[in-house]
T-cell receptor, first 113, second 113 residues
Framework: DQQVKQNSPSLSVQEGRISILNCDYT??????FLWYKKYPAEGPTFLIS?????DKNEDGRFTVFLNKSAKHLSLHIVPSQPGDSAVYFC????????????FGSGTRLLVRP | NAGVTQTPKFRVLKTGQSMTLLCAQDMNHEYMYWYRQDPGMGLRLIHYSVGEGTTAKGEVPDGYNVSRLKKQNFLLGLESAAPSQTSVYFC????????????FGPGTRLTVT
């Protein structure tokens, strides 16, 4: 039973356009959400996070939106760059599980020049 | 400041052989984690530790053992390797409080034949 789902295995966008990556979760006890980026043959690197007390967090070209009622979060990358091509993992955590991370299966983003 | 390092980077084992994966971090983090990543499944937690001398089971602990004798090191052992343990293994660490993001090592690719 997947608690964190990324239903799109892949996404392709044109350079300069917006990339939107989506993530759904089922556990209402989750209160902290993160996005990681992973290049081939490297470990995941932390990108951006959001607490459940917020509905938006922005860091440069990256913005994460949280819709608690829908149990949905999304990552927006504007403008997309070829160097953003990677696998993006959504992760969720909560105090009830000592903030262990539950990961989605990932979305492979390809930004075409 | 090397962050999180993992040894070895690659390993091929025969069924039934044993090995130990070493994770080291120089960030003075209390919490350390071992994950495995399989195609299409994201990262799954094997074991974790909330401090020196402590360990706990994660989502997929069977077939693995761990030890945290020193704060900076977290060892993952396979006593009798099986082909189902062919995977990429990642170690991660974080501080004991907020923020809850984990920092990952570069991974160990293990093949069991």
């Amino acid at each position: 039973d997947q608690q964190v789902k990324q239903n799109s295995p892949s996404l392709s966008v044109q350079e300069g356009r917006i990339s939107i990556l989506n993530c759904d979760y089922t556990n209402s006890m989750f209160d902290y959400f993160l996005w990681y980026k992973k290049y081939p043959a490297e470990g995941p690197t932390f990108l951006i996070s959001i607490s459940s007390i917020k509905d938006k967090n922005e860091d440069g070209r990256f913005t994460v939106f949280l819709n608690k009622s829908a149990k949905h979060l999304s990552l927006h990358i504007v403008p997309s760059q070829p160097g953003d091509s990677a696998v993006y993992f959504c992760a969720a955590s909560g105090m009830d599980s000592s903030y262990k991370l539950i990961f989605g299966s990932g979305t492979r983003l390809l930004v075409r020049p | 400041n090397a962050g999180v390092t993992q040894t070895p980077k690659f390993r091929v084992l025969k069924t039934g052989q044993s090995m130990t994966l070493l994770c080291a971090q120089d960030m003075n983090h209390e919490y350390m984690y071992w994950y495995r990543q399989d195609p299409g499944m994201g990262l799954r937690l094997i074991h974790y530790s909330v401090g020196e001398g402590t360990t706990a089971k994660g989502e997929v602990p069977d077939g693995y053992n761990v030890s945290r004798l020193k704060k900076q090191n977290f060892l993952l052992g396979l006593e009798s390797a099986a082909p189902s343990q062919t995977s990429v293994y990642f170690c991660a660490s974080r501080t004991s409080g907020a923020p809850y993001e984990q920092y990952f090592g570069p991974g160990t690719r293990l093949t069991v034949t």
